[in-house]
């Protein structure tokens, strides 16, 4: 008997990782941007990669657009190109960080010209939207100061929230507004949206629509974040992920690659949440593969994900239950613990296999020849995403 239940694999069966656009792309540090063979050339190169990754997991049914770097003259033939290949168009990511204009702030900027450009800037990425089907729109504001004194921190809160709200009015239907925050970087004193409680303050003032993006990364060293995922779910408030690893700032590394235990531990709290499978958070990945090749960097993050939700999901709640009511630190130690270390690798595979899935989706990509044909096709393939 699989150690996964029947209630479990119906569960993971459910699950949804939305892919960025960008992973695809050439990338970084500010010493350098390597460049790979096969790279895609374009934003429809981008999202057949995508479409890969989902073929070989079943993992990874839509993609997140970034604009200006995937902006196209016809959003609908992207819309099909995607649904041709099995994926849809996700969120679609703002970018007032690449503008000699927004030296000094985009959203709020105390110059009228530039805030309205800024604001301007989120209309059409909601334009983009409604022509994607997207949901979401997601913003992260590079926006702060580097010395006390520099600027006003208060008037650009009232700012910030002058301009997030002109942006959310112009949300229709479904649509929502997804307001990451970040501790710093590339601000280095103050920063506009620096933690969650901020980004909760800005969104709670506009409606149901508006919800807060945690990005795993985006975090001092040693902050817990898993109580974060607890309480912004329990205030309703938390409407998606960015997930990465990190050993030192925003490093964007592969999600569980750097501490799987904090993986395992932000979706047990999830789960206790209401939050898996469940539309109102989305899961994405938020990743940049600098020196790592990209697609199997893709796939790798996926597994991870499922992994850790598949051992997540083996936390045995009533013995836990149990332990926790008569104060029995140990024992729950113990219980919480054992979920952790079980290895769901192998019933992985073989659920996989059972679903027509590759038992090994690392092996199935490496034996598609699909990495070949592309670095033959995209010669002269230039950089996309945070090297464009
Ligand atoms: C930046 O640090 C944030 O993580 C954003 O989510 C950003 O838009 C993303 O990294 C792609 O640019
Ligand atoms: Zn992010
Ligand atoms: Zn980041």
């Not at 993992?59 to 902006?71: E, F, R, T």
């Not at 970018?95 to 959203?107: I, M, P, R, S, V």
């Not at 999600?255 to 799987?260: E, K, L, M, S, Y």
């Amino acid at each position: 008997m699989s150690i996964l239940t029947p209630d479990i694999t119906a569960t993971l069966e459910q699950q949804g990782i939305e892919l960025p656009s960008w992973a695809f792309g050439n990338s970084g540090t500010r010493f350098r941007v390597w460049t790979t063979e096969g790279t895609p050339r374009d934003v429809f190169e981008k999202v057949a990669d995508a479409a890969e990754v989902n073929r070989v997991t079943g993992l990874a049914p839509s993609v997140a657009l970034h604009i200006p770097w995937d902006k196209v003259d016809d959003y609908s033939a992207l819309r099909a190109h995607a649904e041709d290949l099995g994926v849809a168009l996700g969120t679609i990511n703002s970018n007032t960080f690449q503008d000699e204009d927004y030296k000094f702030g985009a959203l709020t900027h105390e110059d009228d010209r530039i805030r309205r450009k800024a604001i301007d800037h989120h209309l059409e990425c909601i334009d983009v939207m409604d022509a994607t089907g997207s949901r979401d729109l997601k913003i992260w504001l590079a926006e702060g100061s580097n010395y006390p004194g520099q600027m006003d921190m208060r008037a650009r809160q009232d700012r910030l929230n002058d301009s997030l709200r002109q942006i959310y009015e112009r949300l229709s239907g479904e649509q929502r507004l997804v307001l990451e925050y970040k501790f710093f970087e590339p601000s280095f004193y103050h920063t506009d949206v620096p933690d969650w409680g901020t980004s909760y303050a800005q969104v709670a003032t506009l409606g149901d629509r508006a919800m807060v993006c945690l990005d795993t990364g985006h975090h001092a060293p040693g902050t817990n974040i898993e109580f974060i995922v607890m309480q912004l779910l329990r205030l309703g408030k938390l409407g998606s992920f960015d997930f990465n690893s990190r050993f030192y700032a925003d490093d964007d590394l592969i999600v569980g690659a750097a501490d799987p235990f904090q993986l395992f531990r932000i979706i047990v709290e999830v789960i206790r949440g209401g939050g898996l499978n469940n539309p109102d958070v989305a899961f994405m990945l938020d990743q940049c593969h600098n020196v790592e090749a990209k697609i199997p960097g893709q796939i790798r993050s996926v597994l991870n994900v499922q992994e850790m939700t598949a051992r997540a999901l083996l936390l045995d709640h009533d013995a836990l239950a149990a332990a926790r009511t008569a104060n029995d630190v140990l024992g729950a130690q113990a219980v919480f613990m054992d979920a952790f270390y079980t290895d769901v690798r192998p019933a992985l595979a073989e659920w996989r296999e059972r679903r027509g899935l590759p038992a090994d989706p690392m092996a199935a990509f490496a034996a598609s020849g699909y990495q070949s044909t592309i670095e033959a096709a995209r010669v002269g393939g230039t950089q996309a995403g945070w090297g464009a």
